[in-house]
Every structure is written in structure tokens, then in C-alpha cells.
């Protein structure tokens, strides 16, 4: 025993022969908590984005209309587990005195808000469906809800991810859902809503939580960084929300372990160093250069990216992400406003919306999705993602199909990179520089100019004007201009009385449109440049095309069952009827008519079927 006693401990009191007791250690520290659980929220009015349910909820709680099942579905981290608790604080709201009510006015906590929230009350059971998902789980889930809650209100079961239930399990748990006790309530949360039986949904209130936007959860991580002392740029906690996809928890674990990588201010240069990301006006460039068709450029920048650490298929996305941007300022022209996107995107990208056509976004669009899907199979992704570039670039001075077949139709000259060459000119001539001008035969790259000129290579001369002799002609200049209601009404209602040019006089069918005629002429105009006179006369006219079409085919039909080889098979298999008549010499006709971009009869020299001096196709005989 020692002599000396500590100053600390010369008071405390102890027994003879012992020394005194020792002073008490200091207290431990608070462990850390990660951002998703220290601003967790703890009442409805805590929630971000899910105002429709919240909205719900409160008038059902101010009505005493609560159900005895709700059903919370959504993606990870929007807060199923969170407003499943939530919901069992507002059914079980007790204040000091022991009053209340059910409610969702939980600003102020009551008897048992604390022990719910943190998950350790007594009669709030908390299950997770993927370890607990058999009959014998639910068997004992039955028993129990029998008894009477402890101290609560309510007795709430939170089962979480329910979808991973075993059928068997669903059907126990059927009778019991339907009809539980006065004292118990169910709460199921899931992001597989889809493999929740109906039979289970049917018995529930369902609430789809949505993804959060990304402009409110820029506010939201913006007043966790000002609760926290932490600054950060707007950009990078833009760059944050993006990348979370519209999950908050999500975005808070990100926004965690960029304060921790910053180890100060939090800029976007480390957003993107932390997650791979590519440089916003480096894809801008990127896409530049590809819609360009400068290859060398993109090549170039998509390897510089790659060495500061961008993740090709993180590039290829962010690229696919600006062409939607680009797609949808220019279909939308007020999503410019969007708080979420950069400066660069809002100037740059309302740029290429005026100057790009949705046929060549929508190509692009295609490609990139393809090339995505490349590129996470391969084994050198960077490589992949190069290649994906050269198809893009190759493309984009290429004419869309149905300018290409214009182009054939008109005679305007050859294809861009028709002649098997990968550089779109004839000859194999190389592409020139962007921004350059285009000879005769090349196409012109989509942004090579500020005002691009139609991507058909300059005409000789002036393309004759169409020949409009006969309604046939008429039908078929409005297949050519894609007028796919004025033809079908042209093919169905009209009954030809005089035709000539100049001048068309019909009679309509029962129901026809009053207007055809206006718009006929009006269309005509457009189409050849002269006027014409359309008039609905009451003179009877002759067959619509339709009905023509309808008698060719019945001839046809009556043609081949005349026929001796058709005969013997209809007469060798009862039942058995013709449903189609096919020439061989019509098929061969209107393929090299689609090929040439030929419209009209194929047959040759309109001809009708003759089955003497052709084989019939059988292949239209139905047994």
C-alpha cells in the first residue's frame, strides 16, 4: 500500500488496509454518425419531395380515416424506412400527460417518439423480409399480433423489403392483413413493387415515393453544409445530386465523403476526382467535336479525360445525358432554367438545339446507348469507348434514311459514303477540316457551319416538278410528303368525278371529312406550286381507291381458286381457304422499286396476275 494518496482521490472514501477508490474515467466520446442518419428525418414536415403523400397522409390522420396496411414503394434512399417510422410515431402520439391522438403534427416529441425513432420501442416491430420471409416467420407474426400493445396505441409491423416474401408466406399473411386487430397496423416498404402479389396490394394504401429533384436536393445538401461549417461549391453539390440520382441517402453518403476528401472547401474539381466524373464542358467538347465529325479532336479529348482519371463509360454517359439535354431544350426551350445545370449547358447546349435536328439527336441518342452497353463488356473499356466515337463521328455527316432516300429519289447525287469509304467522300478523298467548305459530292458535317445547308449535296439543277395526272398521282405525292391522314382519306372516302390538271372534282363517302377538300387544294399547292380546284360535287363517282384495292384482291382470289393446281389442293384438304395472292413478278417488281425509291403498280406494265404462265404462291392458302 502505498503512503502517498493522489490530491484527485484524497476525499473519496475507502476501507482500512485498501487503497481509495479511483477517480471515474473521463466520458467516452460521441461515435460519429454518418450524415444519412444524423439528419434523418424525425417528422413529415422533415421530408423533401414527398409533399403528394404527405398531403394524403394529413388530411387521413385529420379525418380519422387511417387504413390498417400501407404499402411505401420507391428506390433506394427516398425514405421508405424513414416515413414507415414516421407514420408509427404519428399512430402512437402521446403527450407528457398521457393525452393525444393520432396525428401528424409531430414538431414536439411525445412519450414514445424517441424510443420509435430510434427503433427500440416495444410495440414497433421492425422486420426485415429477406432473413424473415417464410410461413413459420409470419406463423409467429400471427401469434403475437393476438396480444394487446405494451404501452403504445398500436402495435405496428414495418416490414421491409416485403417483395422478398415467399409466396406461401403472402398467403398466410392474407386473412390476418385483411382483418388484423383494433390494435395493430401494417406498414410494408419495397422497391420491387412489381413482385408483391395483388391479392397483397389490393388489402393496402400504396404511396410511390418519388425521386427527389435534383434542385431540391441541392437545397437540402446545401443547409446540411451550413448546419455542418462545411462550404461548397454550388457546382459540385449539383454534381452531387446528379450522381445521387434522386436518393437523398444516397446523396448525403456522397456529400460525407467529399468533406472528408476535400479536408476543406468542396469544389467541384474534387466531386469529380472522388467519383470518376468527367469535366461538364469537356463532355460539351466532346460532343462538339463529335457532331462535327472532327475524329482527331474527340479521339483526343476522350484520352485526355481518360488520363485525368474519367471513366470511359462515365464519359459515354455523360454524353448520352447532354445529347437528352440537348433533345429536350429543344423540344422545351424553358428547361434552360433549370437551377441544376451549368452555365455551360444552359448557353452551349441552347446553341446545338437550334442548330441540330431531332433526327440526328435521336440517332445519336441510339448509338450511344448501344455503345454504352460495348463498353462495360469489353475489356479495355477505353478502347471500346474510342471506337463508339469513330461510329459517331463517321454518322454524323451521313443523311438521315429518309433524306438519304430523297436524295436517291431526286437524283441529286451520290450518298455520302456510298463508295465503301469511311470518311463519307467520294473517292476516298479525306474529310475536309471542320468548319470547312463541302465539294459536290460531300456532305456537310452537322455543326460545320453556324446555318447548315440541308445535308443533300448541291443540285445540277432544279428537280422537275411532280406529274399529277390521276388521283393514283395524287395518293402517291402524299405518300411522298408523309402526309399519312390526307392519303388515307384520299385511299377510303373519295370517289373520283373529273379529274384533270387544274382541277379535281370527287364525291365523299358517308362520314368523310367536310374539310378534304380544303385541304387537298391547300396541299397541292404546297407540293407543285400551281393552284388547283378541288370540289365536292354530288355527282355519283366512281370506286374509292380502297374498294378498287378490296376488287383486285377478290379477282385475284377467284383467279387462283380457278386454277387447276389451287383446286386440287383445296378439294385434297377441307377447310382450307386462300387468304392472300402473291406474284412472284410483283414481289421481284416492288422490291427493286423500293430500292430505286419507285412508287406506284408493281406490276409490270400493269399488268394483271396470270397464273398460266406463273407459279401461284402457295404460301397464302390457310388450312
Not at 416490414?159 to 415467399?166: F, G, L
Not at 469529380?272 to 466524373?277: D, E, K, V
Not at 455503345?371 to 475489356?379: R, T
Not at 386454277?563 to 417488281?589: Q, S, Y
Request: with cysteine; proline share 6%.
Amino acid at each position: 500500500m502505498t503512503d502517498t494518496i493522489d490530491a484527485a482521490t484524497a476525499d473519496e472514501p475507502g476501507f482500512a488496509g485498501f487503497a481509495p477508490a479511483p477517480a471515474p474515467a473521463a466520458a467516452a466520446p460521441t461515435p460519429y454518425r454518418v450524415l444519412a442518419r444524423k439528419y434523418r428525418p424525425a417528422h413529415f414536415g422533415d421530408l423533401i419531395g414527398q409533399d403528394a403523400m404527405v398531403r394524403t397522409l394529413t388530411n387521413a390522420f385529420a379525418a380519422g380515416r387511417i387504413p390498417q396496411a400501407w404499402m411505401l414503394t420507391g428506390v433506394r434512399g427516398v425514405g421508405k424506412t424513414t416515413t414507415a417510422r414516421i407514420l408509427a410515431r404519428a399512430l402512437n402520439y402521446q403527450t407528457a400527460d398521457g393525452g393525444g391522438a393520432p396525428t401528424t403534427d409531430l414538431r414536439e416529441f411525445g412519450l414514445h417518439c424517441r424510443d420509435i425513432i430510434e427503433g427500440r420501442h416495444i410495440d414497433v416491430m421492425e422486420l426485415d423480409a429477406a432473413s424473415n420471409n417464410g410461413v413459420e416467420n409470419v406463423r409467429q407474426l400471427i401469434e403475437g399480433i393476438q396480444y394487446a400493445p405494451v404501452s403504445g396505441r398500436y402495435k405496428v409491423y414495418i416490414v421491409d423489403e416485403v417483395h422478398m416474401m415467399s409466396t406461401a408466406a403472402f398467403n398466410a399473411l392474407l386473412k390476418t392483413l385483411e382483418e388484423p386487430p383494433a390494435h395493430a397496423k401494417f406498414i410494408f416498404a419495397t422497391t420491387e413493387i412489381r413482385k408483391v402479389p395483388i391479392t397483397v396490394l389490393s388489402r393496402c394504401q400504396r404511396f410511390d415515393l418519388r425521386r427527389v429533384e435534383s434542385d431540391v436536393l441541392v437545397n437540402h445538401l446545401s443547409g446540411i453544409c451550413r448546419t455542418e461549417s462545411v462550404e461548397a461549391e454550388a457546382e459540385a453539390l449539383a454534381a452531387i445530386a446528379r450522381a445521387a440520382e434522386g436518393s437523398v441517402r444516397d446523396s448525403l453518403s456522397i456529400l460525407d465523403q467529399a468533406i472528408a476528401h476535400a479536408a476543406g472547401r468542396i469544389t467541384l474539381d474534387d466531386i469529380r476526382s472522388m467519383l470518376g466524373l468527367a469535366d461538364r464542358a469537356r463532355v460539351i467538347d466532346l460532343f462538339e467535336a463529335v457532331m462535327k465529325g472532327d475524329i482527331a479532336s474527340a479521339l483526343g479529348e476522350l484520352r485526355a479525360q481518360y488520363d485525368a482519371g474519367a471513366d470511359p463509360v462515365v464519359v459515354l454517359n455523360d454524353l448520352a445525358e447532354f445529347t437528352h439535354l440537348v433533345t429536350r431544350l429543344k423540344l422545351v426551350p424553358e428547361a434552360v432554367k433549370d437551377a441544376t445545370l451549368a452555365q455551360a449547358e444552359r448557353v452551349r447546349g441552347g446553341d446545338f438545339a437550334q442548330r441540330l435536328s431531332i433526327r440526328v439527336l435521336a440517332r445519336t441518342w441510339q448509338m450511344l446507348l448501344k455503345g454504352i452497353s460495348e463498353v462495360k463488356q469489353a475489356d479495355r473499356p477505353v478502347m471500346a469507348a474510342e471506337m463508339v466515337l469513330v461510329r459517331l463521328a463517321h454518322a454524323a455527316d451521313l443523311p438521315t434514311p429518309d433524306e438519304a432516300l430523297k436524295m436517291l429519289r431526286d437524283g441529286a447525287g451520290a450518298v455520302p459514303g456510298a463508295n465503301g469509304q469511311g470518311n463519307g467522300h467520294a473517292g476516298g478523298a479525306p474529310r475536309p477540316p471542320s468548319g470547312g467548305g463541302n465539294t459536290a459530292l460531300a456532305a456537310r458535317p452537322v455543326l460545320a457551319s453556324a446555318n447548315p445547308a440541308p445535308l443533300a449535296a448541291p443540285r445540277a439543277a432544279a428537280a422537275p416538278q411532280a406529274i399529277v395526272a390521276s388521283i393514283e398521282d395524287v395518293v402517291a405525292l402524299a405518300s411522298q410528303h408523309r402526309e399519312i391522314t390526307l392519303k388515307i382519306a384520299l385511299e377510303r372516302d373519295v370517289r373520283p368525278v373529273r379529274f384533270e390538271p387544274g382541277r379535281i372534282e370527287f364525291s365523299l363517302v358517308e362520314g368523310a371529312s367536310r374539310t378534304l377538300a380544303q385541304d387537298l387544294s391547300r396541299k397541292l399547292k404546297e407540293w407543285t406550286g400551281q393552284t388547283w380546284m378541288v370540289a365536292v360535287v354530288n355527282a355519283e363517282g366512281g370506286a374509292t381507291m380502297r374498294e378498287q384495292a378490296a376488287a383486285a384482291k377478290d379477282r385475284r382470289e377467284s383467279d387462283a381458286a380457278a386454277h387447276p393446281a389451287v383446286k386440287a389442293v383445296l378439294e385434297r384438304f377441307p377447310g382450307a381457304r386462300i387468304v392472300d395472292v402473291r406474284d412472284p413478278r410483283a414481289v421481284e417488281a416492288a422490291e427493286n422499286a423500293a430500292m430505286s425509291g419507285a412508287e406506284g403498280d408493281y406490276l409490270p406494265d400493269g399488268e394483271e396476275p396470270l397464273f398460266d404462265d406463273a407459279e401461284p404462291d402457295f404460301d397464302g392458302i390457310d388450312f
